[in-house]
Each structure stands twice: as C-alpha cells, then as structure tokens.
C-alpha cells in the first residue's frame, strides 16, 4: 500500500530565514505530487503540483518555491520567510496514471513565522 | 481555480442526528469527493464520485453527484462523537490534476 511522509510535523521560524519541508510518497511510481497551503483552520489553497521529475507548476505567485528531485520526493523551499507564510502546509499524492485521481494528504506541517 | 460553494459552515448536532451538507458549483465538475479533516491532521478521502448522478455510501455516510454535475451532497446518519471534524468537497473541473476544494463545514456532534 502506500504511504506518504511529510516532516517536521511542526516548525517556527523567524522572519527572513530560509524553508525547507520534505515530503516522500512510498508504494508507488511516477505519483502526482501537490503541495497545498490551509490558512486558520480552513480553506485549502493549491500552491504547487509536479507529474514529473523536475516538473513543476505554480498556481498562485509567491514567496515559496518547489522543486522534485526524485520521483517520490517534493520539496517546499523559501530562501527568506514573511510573517504572511505561517499556516498548515499540506504534501498530498495521485496516481499518475491519468487525471482526476483522488488526491492523499499527508498529516501536515504547521509553520509559524515569527 | 473554480469556486466551489459548501454550506453549511458549521454544524453543531446531538449524538444520533442525521446530518446533511452540500456542495455546488456554477461550473460543471467531471469528478467530486468528500473528505473528512480531524484537527492537526491532512484530510482523509471518504467517498469519491465519477458520474453525473451516482449515489454512493461508505458505512454511514452518502454522497451523491448531482445530475446537473454542478452539485454533491454528503449526508452522515446517526452521528456519533467520533464523526467531529471538517468535512472538505473536492471536484476536479476539467480533466487534471488541480483539485478544487470547498471551504469545509465544520461538524460538531454532542454526547
């Protein structure tokens, strides 16, 4: 079966200082890979989504960036954080296979930027 | 992305209460699904929709596509405590990979 790892599970950063959260899907190849942003408790903003090594897409412009290494692997990354960028990053995963695949979260980072 | 309409925002039930909430769209959406979120964790498929009209059931809930591919409801029968939570609508509006979601509606059921 498969599974996805997100970490850390939290985080506190000061403002101006750099990013970088991790996320590996196990049990499968070749996944849609997504990296979703929840603001106070609701709401799921997409921000970044990757069906490939080295392919990324941008849904809203930003301070963060994305970048897939490796297949089962999605980065988030800031080179300076904004006090705007705290929230509840949510990695979720698809089958590549086509589209409308249901999507699988994993359990999320809580960024507070300070 | 699309916009995608939930209602209600909130629900505060007793345990045993059936409980009913929806989703529309001025849009039509090729795929819907409904996910449930419990506090500090990422959101958990429960039902998943693939043609205009289908009505599908996952122990006690319902969720059914609406025929005009515009709407979904999720209904939960006979709450219980555990069933606290935000529930999440999904659609995906042309065939890809962007998944737009509802704005949740937060479930609180009392003992």
């Known amino acids: 079966s498969q599974t996805i790892h997100q970490w850390p599970a939290t985080l506190v950063q000061p403002v101006g200082s750099p990013l970088s959260l991790e996320c590996t899907v196990e049990?499968?190849?070749?996944?849609?890979l997504y990296w979703y942003r929840q603001a106070a408790g609701r709401g799921l903003q997409l921000l970044f989504y990757?069906?490939?090594?080295?392919?990324i897409s941008s849904e809203v412009p930003q301070n963060l960036s994305a970048s897939r290494p490796q297949d089962r692997q999605f980065i988030l990354s800031s080179k300076k954080l904004l006090l705007s960028d705290s929230g509840f990053y949510l990695c979720a995963w698809s089958f590549g296979q086509g589209a409308d695949s249901p999507l699988h979260f994993g359990n999320g980072t809580r960024l507070t930027v300070t | 992305g699309q916009q995608l309409n939930q209602s209600p925002q909130s629900m505060f039930i007793q345990e045993g209460e059936d409980v009913s909430m929806n989703c529309t769209s001025s849009?039509?959406?090729?795929?819907w699904l409904w996910y449930k979120q419990d506090p500090g964790e990422g959101p958990v498929l429960l039902i998943a929709l693939y043609k205009a009209g289908e009505l599908t059931s996952n122990g006690r809930l319902t969720a059914q596509f609406g025929i005009t591919r515009k709407d979904s409801f999720l209904n939960i029968s006979a709450s219980i405590p555990s069933d606290v939570g935000i529930y999440f609508c999904?659609?995906?509006?042309?065939?890809?990979?962007?998944?737009?979601f509802g704005k949740g509606t937060s479930l609180l059921v009392t003992p």
């Open positions: 049990g499968t190849s070749n996944p849609n």
């Open positions: 990757s069906v490939g090594i080295g392919q």
């Open positions: 999904a659609g995906f509006h042309n065939s890809g990979y962007a998944l737009n």
């Open positions: 849009s039509i959406f090729n795929t």
